[in-house]
């Protein structure tokens, strides 16, 4: 680059204590290493794009991943919600309340096939009889039960209840261990299947099954009745129940509670010891028409403190009472009556 001319110079340089000073090469100098420092930074721009593009698309992969973490913890706490929300005190107390519910109805239903006599109270084997459930329907019915159940903490919980009833820690696979003719009649809930499992090595299930059906039909008096409510896994199993007591001398068949319901569908298989008698009918099959029945029936009538089979309310004051006396009946210390038996407290708080 060539110097300006001399006509020039004297307008590029300022006067400063009597001495000229020019400018022109030292921006020319500064110009040249402000390019000089542009390049260099463009080059190293230019080598960093590649790492920053493969940045970006390693923050995209991230970016997603995090977003399926994030739905999927989402997911897992409305599960863990949904969990708690099903089994907080209240909904487990709600599905106690109804599992008891549904454990008496079932109670009451093989009592009622049984068609026991109402005039004098019976003795019955409750088999499977669990925690006493069953035979507390039992002695509120005015009858007498013995329990047998092969699980010594389920009777530990009956002894605890304190039921009515005497109870015996035996396998029903190994047959009924009692007299000739003793039984008036028989109940079993949700028991029997499981006889058609092999939990050892030596365990036959044709076998174990008619030792419990032939000793059964030996102990029970002749013209009772066996109720036997029980979950099939399968049509084989339930074919397998009922060829072995057949097998065993006994007579009559399945009665099927609402056939055509998937959650109220209940198999009582209904026994006879000597006579065959009619079989009872299911309920939700009967019809004028022949057809079901999809519709409640309504009634006037108001029924407060007896039930429809003249027995007194559970929990109410002739209930109490007549429960205590039974005790009394049995031995046992009851309290005095007073006017405070069956009285509604107050709720403490």
Not at 76 to 90: G, I
Not at 159 to 169: F, I, P, Q
Not at 263 to 291: H, Q
């Amino acid at each position: 680059m060539g110097l300006l001319p001399a006509s020039c110079q004297p307008e590029l340089c300022e006067e400063q204590g009597g001495q000229p000073r020019f400018h022109f090469q030292s921006l020319q100098l500064e110009r040249e290493m402000c390019l000089a420092s542009n390049c260099a930074l463009a080059r190293v721009n230019l080598s960093l794009r590649p790492r920053l593009e493969d940045g970006k698309a390693s923050l995209a992969i991230k970016y997603q991943e995090l977003q399926e973490i994030r739905e999927a913890c989402w997911d897992k706490q409305q599960r863990l919600e949904a969990y708690l929300e099903n089994w907080s005190p209240q909904s487990a107390l709600g599905q106690l309340q109804a599992k008891l519910d549904a454990s008496e109805a079932e109670s009451e239903r093989a009592v009622e096939l049984l068609g026991l006599p109402e005039d004098r109270p019976c003795l019955l084997l409750d088999v499977g009889c669990g925690s006493g459930l069953s035979g507390d329907y039992i002695s509120d019915e005015g009858h007498y039960w013995i329990g047998m159940d092969i699980s010594p903490a389920m009777l530990d919980v009956a002894v605890e209840r304190e039921v009515e009833g005497d109870l015996l820690l035996a396998d029903v696979g190994h047959g009924i261990p009692f007299r000739p003719g003793v039984f008036d009649g028989c109940i079993s809930i949700s028991a029997v299947q499981w006889l058609c499992n092999a939990d050892k090595k030596s365990h036959s299930p044709p076998k174990r099954l008619y030792r419990f059906f032939s000793t059964l039909y030996t102990a029970l008096a002749r013209g009772s009745r066996a109720v036997l409510q029980l979950y099939p896994e399968n049509s084989e199993q339930l074919e397998l129940i009922t060829a072995q007591a057949m097998r065993a001398g006994f007579t009559g068949g399945m009665v099927v509670d609402y056939p055509n319901s998937t959650k109220a569908k209940k198999f009582f298989l209904c026994l006879f010891v000597g006579t065959s008698g009619t079989l009872p009918k299911g309920l939700g099959t009967e019809c004028a028409d022949g057809e079901e029945i999809h519709q409640a029936n309504f009634t006037n009538e108001r029924m407060r403190f007896r039930n429809a089979k003249g027995k007194s309310v559970k929990k109410s004051r002739d209930w109490i009472l007549e429960k205590k006396e039974r005790r009394r009946r049995q031995g046992k210390e009851v309290r005095a009556d007073t006017k405070y038996t069956g009285r509604k407290r107050r709720p403490r708080f």
